[in-house]
T-cell receptor
Framework: TQLLEQSPQFLSIQEGENLTVYCNSS?????LQWYRQEPGEGPVLLVT?????EVKKLKRLTFQFGDARKDSSLHITAAQPGDTGLYLC????????????FGTGTRLLVSP | NAGVTQTPKFQVLKTGQSMTLQCAQD?????MYWYRQDPGMGLRLIYY???????DKGEVPNGYNVSRLNKREFSLRLESAAPSQTSVYFC??????????FGPGTRLTVL
């Protein structure tokens, strides 16, 4: 069973602070996706990274895929209350059909 | 365009009761999935359907059955509910690769 460990599990910060969420595995993934989930809703895709070492920016969010395609990070600059939510990484496994292995999740609370 | 819809939103069952969770998507996606979400464990794949007419087991299939009724609909059945099946259940759909689109979830409690 492939596992994706996320750290930290919980993060409570003040508006304006920076933060980084980590997603680590011993397995290699063909791509990695980051989702955000708000209470009472399903996850929504933020970004997909495909190439080892790839960096993608989405406004104040920066996503990086590790060189060996086993890990990823999400960095948020100047966090805002609207960033509050559960962040999930998901590694894509291709075994004839692409399935996603989800990380354990990081719950972020940004207070005004 | 509703995306992925799930019914019911909430359900309380007694141990041993059965029920079917319904899921439908209007995006003409080939692939559909059922996940359960438990605190601290992320999303775990129960069953998936790569295309209409096919279904396969995921990581945690025991105690569940599925039916891919047509391209739009994918149902999940609990034949004899157990307290360990208390969870939030999500249906998702996608093209064969790439982004998965999720429904709003069904919150199930088994007493």
């Amino acid at each position: 069973t492939q596992l994706l460990e996320q750290s930290p599990q919980f993060l409570s910060i003040q508006e304006g602070e920076n933060l980084t969420v980590y997603c680590n595995s011993s397995s290699v993934f063909s791509s990695l996706q980051w989702y955000r989930q708000e209470p009472g809703e399903g996850p929504v895709l933020l970004v997909t990274v495909v190439t080892g070492g790839e960096v993608k920016k989405l406004k104040r969010l920066t996503f990086q895929f590790g060189d060996a395609r086993k890990d990823s990070s999400l960095h948020i600059t100047a966090a805002q209350p609207g960033d509050t939510g559960l962040y999930l990484c998901a590694g894509a496994v291709n075994t004839g059909f692409q399935k996603l292995v989800f990380g354990t999740g990081t719950r972020l609370l940004v207070s005004p | 365009n509703a995306g992925v819809t799930q019914t019911p939103k909430f359900q309380v069952l007694k141990t041993g009761q059965s029920m079917t969770l319904q899921c439908a998507q209007d995006m003409n996606h080939n692939s559909m999935y059922w996940y359960r979400q438990d605190p601290g464990m992320g999303l775990r794949l129960i069953y998936y359907s790569a295309s209409e007419g096919t279904t396969d087991k995921g990581e945690v299939p025991n105690g569940y059955n599925v039916s891919r009724l047509n391209k739009r609909e994918f149902s999940l059945r609990l034949e004899s509910a157990a307290p360990s099946q208390t969870s939030v259940y999500f249906c998702a759909s996608s093209e064969s690769v790439g982004e998965q689109f999720f429904g709003p979830g069904t919150r199930l409690t088994v007493l």
